[in-house]
């Protein structure tokens, strides 16, 4: 080839510029920091909508809130043996005062008089039974007769003594069975939460 531009020597000319290296790295760098604002972003989405990290989360409420302890001991009930009940029968069904009071022999109760309620209870009682004793009664004697006989009544009156009236009402078919009645009661000697402040 002849001509005003001859090509001579071993080497041909480069035929575009030579890269700057900087431009490169600068372009890198962006990449990796734009990849890694995508994946900090997307994890902060994922935790507003998941809740974040439970068991962290867990943990930091334990430290603020610990765990609630029993906010006082365990209720004392009185064992049936130290309750004396007398059995009345305010029904029309004759020996239901003595059947019901020869089943709380059974469970371990003092039975103390067995009969027909007084005329101010005679037929007058429409569910299971009345629970009637003095104030003091209702701490512990009736809780633990009561576990005997799910929704029966509870009343109170002037007596000094700790003996207990079973008057027993038109409802009234069966005590609950023993298993019941002992859940009940030991549901009822369990100590209660103190309320969580958290």
Same mark, same amino acid.
């Given at each position: 080839?002849?001509?005003?531009?001859?090509?001579?020597?071993?080497?041909?000319?480069?035929?575009? !510029?030579?890269?700057? !290296?900087?431009?490169?790295?600068?372009?890198? /760098?962006?990449?990796?920091?734009?990849?890694?604002?995508?994946?900090?972003?997307?994890?902060?989405?994922?935790?507003?909508?998941?809740?974040?990290?439970?068991?962290?989360?867990?943990?930091?409420? =334990?430290? !603020?809130?610990?765990?609630?302890?029993?906010?006082?001991?365990? &209720?004392?009930?009185?064992?049936?043996?130290? /309750?004396?009940? =007398?059995?009345?029968?305010?029904?029309?069904?004759?020996?239901?005062? &003595?059947?019901?009071?020869?089943?709380?022999?059974?469970? @371990?109760?003092?039975? @103390?008089?067995?009969? =027909?309620?007084?005329?101010?209870?005679?037929?007058?009682?429409?569910?299971?039974?009345?629970?009637?004793?003095?104030?003091?009664?209702?701490? @512990?004697?009736?809780?633990?007769?009561?576990?005997?006989?799910? @929704?029966?009544?509870?009343?109170?009156?002037? !007596?000094? =003594?700790?003996?207990?009236?079973? /008057?027993?009402?038109?409802?009234?078919?069966?005590?609950?069975?023993?298993?019941?009645?002992?859940?009940?009661?030991?549901?009822?000697?369990?100590?209660?939460?103190?309320?969580?402040?958290?």
């Amino acid at each position: 080839m002849g001509g005003k531009y001859r090509i001579t020597g071993d080497k041909y000319p480069r035929m575009r !510029r030579p890269r700057r !290296r900087s431009k490169v790295v600068l372009a890198a /760098i962006a990449s990796v920091v734009a990849l890694g604002l995508a994946g900090w972003g997307t994890l902060q989405l994922i935790d507003v909508f998941t809740g974040g990290d439970k068991t962290a989360s867990a943990a930091d409420r =334990n430290e !603020r809130c610990p765990s609630p302890k029993a906010s006082k001991p365990a &209720k004392v009930l009185p064992q049936p043996a130290k /309750i004396t009940v =007398n059995v009345y029968n305010a029904t029309t069904r004759g020996g239901l005062a &003595k059947a019901a009071a020869d089943e709380l022999k059974k469970r @371990g109760f003092k039975i @103390g008089e067995v009969g =027909n309620a007084t005329a101010a209870y005679d037929k007058k009682v429409p569910g299971t039974g009345i629970l009637l004793g003095a104030p003091a009664a209702a701490d @512990g004697t009736f809780p633990v007769l009561g576990a005997q006989l799910p @929704g029966a009544a509870t009343k109170t009156d002037a !007596r000094k =003594n700790g003996e207990v009236d079973l /008057i027993i009402g038109k409802k009234f078919t069966a005590f609950s069975k023993p298993q019941a009645a002992a859940a009940a009661l030991s549901a009822l000697t369990k100590p209660a939460p103190a309320p969580s402040s958290c």
